[in-house]
């Protein structure tokens, strides 16, 4: 299905109002006053963990301490010396800023709101039952073997080889901190290679958010958790991001060229609750705008995802129930992104 709604930026872009420009919030994107964000959040450094300690069988141990401590206490850090090199990672921004400042002509080639496509230029997360919008537009690109063809192989030629250096560094990252996770928490690899379905789907999200009239009447992106195993993101400077800890919200401080890894359900499942997904969300401001970039790894729709036997014991039962990943996917794209980690009550 085409997708109807006008993109963000089209809207702004288009704007009668002043050249380019929205002097107010349009309805669509207006929360409900209960609902709205709150104008002040603790801020606090994350965890920022050196990883390069992972490759030396003597520093290892202790960087899996480090890690597990973050898992457990925050379920969100950051990984500096991550092997992602600078140039890779500057390359992609400014491939994602290639992208999004195209004519809207050519953006829209690839206007899709659909969970399955290969790539889709998209607005919010799910207009057709959001009750409010949120302020930003979004580059999918998804590599789910099964599922759709490679869309890296699809994207326009301005961005494609940038965006296929950087999965390729990004994977390499994230399949050394999956097994860290675990490593962690006590499963040995050869343990997980048995266990664990592997985290064999990529969906990229390029979340473009432009600036906004009045950040305090809607969010960047509303709060939610998300649904695979880990997130991988890239944040640029401009502050948006805030994470929930117990009842408190915090802004994550940028940290140039770090990535922001965070526990997403599946691992919440597989750990039997050990380890939390975290619930979090984005801002808007009025000055600048923001771009952040999401690479969420999980498993394959076939998968199916049950609390592991190594964190189920008889004093311990399992707490999630069996779920077919491709049915908790489904289950995500179907609603509007929802607070309180909604998404893990399919598997309650
Ligand atoms: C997401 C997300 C946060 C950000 O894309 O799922 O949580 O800072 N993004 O853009
Ligand atoms: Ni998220």
Known sequence: MACAVMGLQEMIETSAERAGQLQAVPDAFIRPPHDRPPSLVQEQQLPVIDISGLHDPHLRPLVLQHIAHACAHWGFFQVVNHGVKDEVIQEMRAACWRFFN???????????????????YATSFNPAVEIARDWKDVLYVRDVPGMCSNGFDLL???CRE??????????????LLF???????????ASIKEKVPPAARLVMGVNFYPPCPDPSLTYGISPHSDVGYVTVLLQDEVPG???KK??????VKPLPNAFVINLADQIEILSNGKYKSIEHRAVTNTD????????????LNSAI?????????ENEPGRYNAVKYGDYVRNFYSKGLLPDRATLNLAR
């Open 102 to 120: 195209q004519p809207a002509s050519e953006r829209n080639k690839f206007k899709g709101q659909e969970n399955e496509l290969p790539v889709g």
């Open 156 to 158: 326009p030629e301005i």
């Open 162 to 175: 940038a965006f296929q250096q950087y999965r390729s560094g990004v994977d390499e990252l994230a399949k």
């Open 179 to 189: 097994e860290s996770i675990f490593e962690g928490l006590g499963v040995s690899i």
């Open 241 to 243: 991001l805030q994470i």
């Open 246 to 251: 117990g009842e408190n919200w915090y802004l």
């Open 288 to 299: 600048k705008p923001r771009m952040s970039i999401a690479c969420f790894y999980g498993p």
């Open 305 to 313: 995802i049950a609390p592991l036997p190594d964190f189920t014991s």
